[in-house]
């Protein structure tokens, strides 16, 4: 798609758009991403907009992520002749059409049903790599098919129980996973306060929870749990009349999504204390509080496969994550949903990137919106970047199609400015070049 024989990606784009302008259709994804923020708000129910948009506490990391870009100016050098681009490049053996690949997103089935699978259909229309959520809503497996030959890593989160790591580990690999990717900053969840005030954590509907009631492991446990329980007490006790009454209709609905999600069929689920269960054991064991470097020093006899860790935020931490021969980070703040008034990603990267040096593979994410973040983002030291909540909000207004054209919209924004900047491939846009901004 990006190989330069025509005219790009994004004079591409913006012909076919404006051609459709002729017979007056306007996109359905916006390309503003403001705009398509505002639309996607609008299709999403109240609890799914509180996940997806929300950040930890007041809200200070969201902003000090986009803050962080507006600190920085582009300068276009002109006369340049460019007339062709080449956007492709190779991260960790996985070859990128465009230094862009979708983000790990939990549990958004809130915002779609068959949400993985869509957002697979529509990364692999775009020839996009994508990140598998171990929170996500399909098994790895199924998600890896609609893939087909348009490379996949999986993102792994750090149970408690070692054999289900290894069986998460093991499972990405037998599927064809190109890396594996470890969240370290959401050894808790953070203080959510969107998702606080509604009561609303998806987990407990059974959303987000496909890779462990596909895992045998996990089920394994499930069972153990269930067998040792015995006559589990109500969870209606101690309530009285018309709270009663209430809870116990919010009960039933938690448990219809409870069973709807398990595997197997409904009707025998709900007749079940699987279901309820397995959300339990999940809420108890799917992430370690404890983690630490001595876990990641075991990784590398238990996967073949690049390791990335995603969280680094500090220098003396990517330092370390080096030194510990891991094969590349991913410098984000999780999107400002973990801790309130943390630095921003991309004034991270830019001191990870002066400590670790030009080599190590440096990836980023957190407030990429547009193709001119992307290329800031570049410019500044990332070989390449994740793009978040915009992929899902592609998705709340287009299914597998907003999700294309999100990935596409940004593509094409970031061949344009190359092209208007002078900046015939990846290479070529460094903050020397093209960049001015905080001293
Ligand atoms: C709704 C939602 C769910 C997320 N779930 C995960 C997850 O399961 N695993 C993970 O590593 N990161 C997860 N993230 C963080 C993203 O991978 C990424 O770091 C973040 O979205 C970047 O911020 P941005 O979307 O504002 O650009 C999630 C983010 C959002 C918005």
Redesign the pocket.
């Known amino acids: 798609m990006t190989e330069q024989q025509g005219p790009g990606p994004g004079r591409t784009r913006q012909s076919a758009i404006y051609r459709r302008g002729t017979l007056g259709q306007q996109p359905r994804v916006p390309t503003d991403p403001d705009e398509l923020e505002a639309r996607a708000h609008k299709e999403m129910s109240a609890k799914a907009w509180a996940?997806?948009s929300g950040g930890a506490g007041t809200g200070a990391s969201?902003r000090a992520?986009r803050a962080a870009f507006d600190r920085w100016q582009v300068v276009p050098r002109m006369l340049h002749g460019t007339t062709t681009r080449d956007l492709r490049s190779e991260i960790l053996g996985t070859s990128l059409s465009a230094p862009v690949m979708l983000?790990?997103?939990?549990?958004?089935d809130l915002v779609a049903p068959s949400s993985d699978l869509d957002i697979a259909r529509g990364a692999a229309a775009a020839r996009t790599p994508y990140i598998f959520?171990?929170?996500g809503c399909a098994p790895m497996e199924r998600t890896a098919q609609v893939m087909g030959d348009v490379p996949w890593w999986y993102?792994l989160?750090w149970s408690i129980d070692e054999e289900l790591v290894d069986s998460f580990i093991g499972r990405a690999e037998d599927a064809g996973a190109k890396a594996l990717?470890v969240?370290l900053d959401?050894t808790m969840l953070g203080w959510r306060t969107q998702d606080l005030d509604l009561g609303s954590l998806p987990f407990s509907q059974g959303i987000g929870i496909a890779q462990y009631t596909s895992d045998p492991r996990f089920l394994r446990i499930v069972a153990e749990r269930v067998a040792a329980a015995g006559d589990a007490p109500s969870p209606l006790e101690g309530t009285k009349g018309a709270e009663k009454v209430r809870a116990a209709a919010s009960g039933a609905r938690t448990l219809l999504s409870q069973s709807r999600r398990h595997p197997g069929d409904t009707r025998d689920n709900l007749r079940s204390p699987e279901p309820r269960a397995a959300v339990e054991t999940f809420l108890d064991i799917y992430s370690n509080p404890g983690l630490s470097w001595s876990h990641i020093e075991t990784l590398r006899e238990r996967t073949q496969i690049p390791v990335l860790l995603?969280g680094i935020l500090h220098p003396d931490d990517a330092q370390r994550a080096m030194d510990l021969g891991v094969d590349g980070i991913i410098v984000?703040n999780?999107?400002?949903?973990q801790v309130d008034h943390s630095i921003a990603s991309l004034d991270a990267l830019v001191t990870i990137r002066e400590r670790v040096g030009p080599e190590p593979v440096v990836l980023l994410?957190?407030?990429?919106r547009t193709g001119a973040d992307v290329f800031i983002a570049l410019a500044l030291g990332a070989d390449a970047t994740?793009?978040?909540?915009?992929h899902?909000y592609g998705l709340a207004l287009d299914g597998a199609d907003g999700v294309r054209d999100v990935i596409d919209n940004v593509i094409a924004e970031l061949d344009l400015t190359m092209g208007l900047v002078g900046a015939a491939s990846i290479a070529e846009i460094t903050k020397k070049a093209f960049l001015t901004g905080p001293a």
Request: aromatic share 6%; hydrophobic share 30%.
């Open positions: 996940y997806v969201v992520n983000a790990p997103v939990g549990a958004a959520s171990t929170q993102q989160y990717v969240t959401t995603k984000s999780h999107g400002g949903r994410d957190s407030g990429v994740l793009i978040g909540r915009p899902i």
